[in-house]
């Protein structure tokens, strides 16, 4: 059962582009809302999070947009460089007593130069 | 990936096999898990310890075994490695929950083939 899922598996896109990257979920108890950036032989890194008491959140070149209602989260990175080619997972978690993340299932993106 | 060491980084075993991962953190956090990935499916969890000799299962558990003697251990043990269990392993840690942000810090993870 996945409860985290994302979309699309991979993503090209030109130097200067906006990749957009969506995960939609399932369960309402999820309150933390994380993006990972994953390079290659290296393990995922927080790159973003957000919670649903807010619609947008931005760092740098990379926003996220929330939309509670429709249970949907997406990431977009503004002016987008070769070196964010790279594997993004989004998340979710809820506070229990694990503090697990749920993974969706990644997109590989490829910014060409 | 500092904090979080994995060892082996890789490993070839036959089918049957046991293998053992080891995960080791200098960070006196609380919680550790054992996630696996594979293309298309993300990470999955396997199993988490929220303390010492406390553990509970993950989403994809069958076939898997942990144990954390130690704050800074925490141990994944496949008693008879099958095809299937071919994969790439990462653990990670996380201290207590603040604010609402659950930080998990990954590995650099552990290269399973089984033959």
């Known amino acids: 059962q996945q409860q985290v899922k994302q979309s699309p598996q991979s993503l090209i896109v030109q130097k200067g582009g906006i990749p957009i990257i969506n995960c939609a979920y399932e369960?309402?108890?999820?309150?933390?809302f994380p993006w990972y950036q994953q390079f290659p032989g290296k393990g995922p890194a927080l790159l973003i999070a957000?919670?649903?008491?807010?619609s947008e959140k931005k760092e740098g070149r990379f926003t996220i947009s929330f939309n509670k209602s429709a249970k949907q989260f997406s990431l977009h990175i503004m002016d987008s460089q070769p070196g964010d080619s790279a594997t993004y997972f989004c998340?979710?978690?809820?506070?229990?007593?694990?503090?697990?993340?749920?993974f969706g299932g990644g997109t590989r993106l490829m910014v060409k130069p | 990936d500092a904090g979080i060491t994995q060892s082996p980084r890789h490993k070839v075993t036959e089918t049957g096999t046991p293998v053992t991962l080891r995960c080791h953190q200098t960070?006196?956090?609380?919680?550790m898990y054992w996630y696996r990935q594979d293309p298309g499916h993300g990470l999955r969890l396997i199993h988490y310890?929220?303390?010492?000799?406390?553990?509970d299962k993950g989403e994809v558990s069958d076939g898997y075994s942990v144990s954390r003697s130690k704050t800074e251990d925490f141990l994944l043990t496949l008693e008879s490695a099958t095809s299937s269990q071919t994969s790439v392993y990462f653990c990670?840690?996380?201290?207590?929950?603040?604010?609402?942000?659950?930080?998990?810090?990954f590995g650099a993870g552990s290269r399973l083939t089984v033959l």
């Open positions: 960070e006196n956090h609380r919680y």
């Open positions: 957000i919670r649903p008491d807010v």
């Open positions: 998340a979710a978690s809820m506070n229990n007593a694990g503090n697990m993340l749920t």
């Open positions: 310890s929220y303390g010492v000799k406390d553990t």
């Open positions: 990670a840690i996380s201290g207590t929950r603040v604010s609402g942000a659950n930080v998990l810090t």
């Open positions: 369960n309402t108890a999820f309150d933390y």
